[in-house]
């Protein structure tokens, strides 16, 4: 089993609409969490840190299950920008903080 | 916040020949290091990080291997490169009080 999965993509929405993306990880004593966004052949960049108790962020919220090991991403009012592969990305300190991409869910946004 | 340097962006290399990615950070101490590799349309695999010069962890077994000989220095290097050794590497970092990853600009590499 991988360490972190997510949905497979690719997502094909409309402008205007709501998406939510998933991600389930398999160690229980992973510490944080996080959503990054990645353009093509570019670097990710930090999207969003994920808590239990919620992150908002604008157009993004980012929630928390430790308990199912489960940790989401809903984008509201989707624009053409935010055409992009998202990954969910948790540490695990290890000595060093390890940190474990999923394989990223690819969307697109359509006028 | 911290920037990384990472060098070059683009590397063709024939099979057999060997390889020396360098990446360093500045504005931060003693930050952990990772490199990544993420092959066409996939995920990023998590290749070696390290926690302080000298220390080195390897996630998977390869034909690749890494060295940290400065505290913001980290190598990536392969005596002879393979076919399967192409794809898009990234360095990345984090310092000791935060928990995100900063990444370099990465390096497409396509082994011929």
């Known amino acids: 089993r991988k360490e972190v999965e997510q949905d497979p993509g690719p997502f094909n929405v409309p402008e205007g609409a709501t998406v939510a993306f998933n991600c389930t990880y398999s160690n229980s004593a992973s510490q944080s969490f996080f959503w990054y966004r990645q353009d093509c052949r570019k670097e990710p960049k930090l999207l969003m840190s994920v808590y239990s108790s919620g992150n908002e962020d604008g157009r993004f919220t980012a929630q928390l299950n430790r308990a199912s090991q489960y940790i989401s991403l809903l984008i509201r009012d989707s624009k053409l920008s935010d055409s992009a592969t998202y990954l969910c990305v948790v540490n695990t300190n290890t000595g060093g903080f390890k940190t474990i991409f999923g394989a990223g869910t690819r969307l697109f946004v359509k006028a | 916040s911290q920037t990384i340097h990472q060098w070059p962006a683009t590397l063709v290399q024939p099979v057999g020949s060997p390889l020396s990615l360098e990446c360093t950070v500045e504005?931060?101490?003693?930050?952990?290091l990772y490199w990544y590799r993420q092959a066409a349309g996939r995920g990023l695999q998590l290749l070696f990080y390290?926690?302080?010069?000298?220390?080195i962890s390897s996630e998977v077994p390869q034909n690749l291997s890494a060295s940290r000989p400065q505290d913001r220095q980290f190598i990536l290097s392969s005596k002879k490169l393979l076919l399967s050794d192409s794809g898009f590497y990234l360095c990345?970092?984090?310092?000791?009080?935060?928990?995100?990853?900063?990444f370099g600009s990465g390096t497409q590499l396509s082994v011929l």
């Open positions: 390290s926690v302080g010069i000298g220390q």
């Open positions: 990345a970092s984090r310092d000791i009080t935060n928990e995100k990853l900063f």
């Open positions: 504005g931060t101490s003693n930050p952990n």
